[in-house]
C-alpha cells in the first residue's frame, strides 16, 4: 500500500502524532519558531536535550526525545541538515530520507513533518516542501515482491502528515508535496521495473506498463513488434533482437500537454531487458545485474507518467526500443554488417556493445518528429564508471545551451551530470573498413566514442543530448535515500529537465 501525504494548518505542539520530525541545522543554536513552541511544551526539556551535546545537528544525525504526555505526539525527533552555509538542498532530502527510515525501523505507521517557515537554501519554500517529500518516499523504498513473508511481517509507513501554522502557506506547501510525491513515486516505479528479475520483466512486460500509463494518462501509445520494425528497416534493432525468442517490443508514448501539432522534446531509452552480451558473452559475474540493463527505457515511462500527472504544458514523446541480448542460434554474430533505419550501415565487432545498437535506430526514429531537443538516457557503457564512479552521469551532447541546462537541474536536485568531451577527434575511432561506421571504438574513452556512434543517427540542427547512466543506476550500498541494488537515479533529472524546459523553452 502507497505511503499517503496529508497537508494542514495546525499548531504542532498541538498534533497528535507517533512522532514529530525537526530538522535541524549544526550551527544555530537559537531557539526560535518550532523549537521555541515545543521548548516550551515540553517545560524546557527539549533546551535540555540540545544542551546536553548528545545531538549536534550533524547532516543525517537523528536523536529521539520521547514527551512523556507532555505533548499530544509521543516524540520529538531531531534530525541534523549539517551546518547551514554548505547547506544544499540536498542536504533536507538525505536527511528525511534517513529518518524516514529510522521511524519505520520504529514500526511507526505514521509519522509529522513540519512545514519550515521558508525554503532553505535559497529555495521557494513548496521546492524545499518537495524535496522533503522526495527524501522520506525515496528513503521508504523497499523492493519485497518476492518475498511474501517478510512483506507480511514488515510494517509500513502509510501516511505522513505536513503542518504548517499559516494559512497562506498551505496551498505552496500542499503543491511541493504533491509535486513530490509524483516525482518520488515514478522514481520508485523505476525501481520496481528494475527490481523484476528477466523472466518477469520481459520487452512485453514493459509494454504492457506502458499501455497502462497510456490508458490511465490519455496518453497515446503504439507498440511497433518485429514485423513492424522490420517493415520500417531498423536493422540495427533487430539484429539485437534476433538471438532471443522472447519477442521485441519497440515502445513510443504521445503526451500531448501543449498545442496539438507543436514540436515535441523526445526521451528515448535503452531498455535491454537481460543483457547476456550476446554472441561476445559477458563473463559470469555480477551479469544477474543486466536485468536492469532496461533501467533508461524505465525512466523513459515513467517521466511520461509523471508530467502527464503534473500536467505540464508541453508535447513530449518517449520512445523505448526493448529487446533483450541473447547468444541464440540466430543472434549476431562478430564482423556481421547490420543496417540501420537511417540507411547507415554498422559494422557489429562486439555484440556487448549492443544498446548502442537499438538506439541508432530510436534517435533515427525520433528525428521524424522535428524534435524540440531529443534526450536518451542508458546504461550505455563500463567505461562512464571507470570514468566518474557512481556519484555523476555521464553527458554528452551537440547543444552546449541544452548540456548548461542538464547540468545546472542535476546539481540542484543532487543528480549530478559531468559533461565530456565529443570531439571530431574520436568519430575517428568507429570508422570501418567495410561499413558506415563500426560499433566500437577500442579502449581509449569508450564512453565518448559510444557517444560518437550515436551522433551519426542524430540530425545535427536538432539539440541533443545523452546521459550514461551505466554508473550511477546500481548501487553497491545503501545511501540515505538511495537503496542498495537499483538506484532510479536518473528518473528525477529528467521529469526536472522537463519541467524546466516547460517553463523556459530552449
Known sequence: M???????????EKERSEAIIIPKYQDVGKLDGVFAHLNRATGGRLRAHLNSGEFQGKLNQVSILHTNGELP?????????GKKPLARLDAIRQAMGTVSKVMRSLELTSFTLVAPDRGIAGMPLDTTIQAMIEGCLLGLYQFLHYQPSRAK?????????????????????????????TIAEATNSVRDLCNHPSNVLTPTTLAAEAKTIAKARSIQCTILNRAKARKLGMGA??????????PPQFIVLEYTGATKGKNPIVLVGKAVTFDTGGISLKPSENMER?????????IVLQAIRAIATLKLPIN???IVPSTENMPGGLATKPGDILTSLSGKTIEVLNTDAEGRLILADALAYAMRYKPVAVIDIATLTGAVFISLGCHAIGL??????LIDRVKRVGDSIGERAWQLPLWDEYKEQIKSDVADVRNIGGRGGGTITAAAFLSHFVDDKYPWVHLDIAGTDWGESARPYIPKGPTGI?????????????SKPL
Do not use: F
Not at 509500513?156 to 498551505?170: H, N, S
Not at 534493432?237 to 522472447?246: I, K, P, R, T
Open 396 to 401: 554528452l551532447g551537440n547543444n552546449d545551451t
Open 490 to 502: 536518473g528518473a528525477r533529472l529528467v521529469i526536472e529537465l522537463l519541467r524546466d524546459l516547460s
Open 290 to 298: 543486466m536485468k536492469a540493463d532496461m533501467t533508461g527505457g524505465a
Open 316 to 318: 513530449v514523446v518517449g
Open 153 to 181: 511481517e514488515t510494517k509500513l509507513v502509510q501516511v505522513i502528515t505536513l503542518v504548517t501554522r499559516d494559512e497562506k502557506a498551505v496551498s505552496m506547501v500542499r503543491a511541493g508535496a504533491q509535486r513530490g510525491h
Open 73 to 81: 505526539a509521543k516524540r520529538i525527533v531531531l534530525v541534523g541538515l
Open 2 to 12: 502507497p505511503t499517503s501525504i496529508k497537508v494542514k494548518k495546525g499548531l504542532i
Open 237 to 246: 534493432y533487430l539484429g539485437v533482437a534476433q538471438g532471443s525468442h522472447e
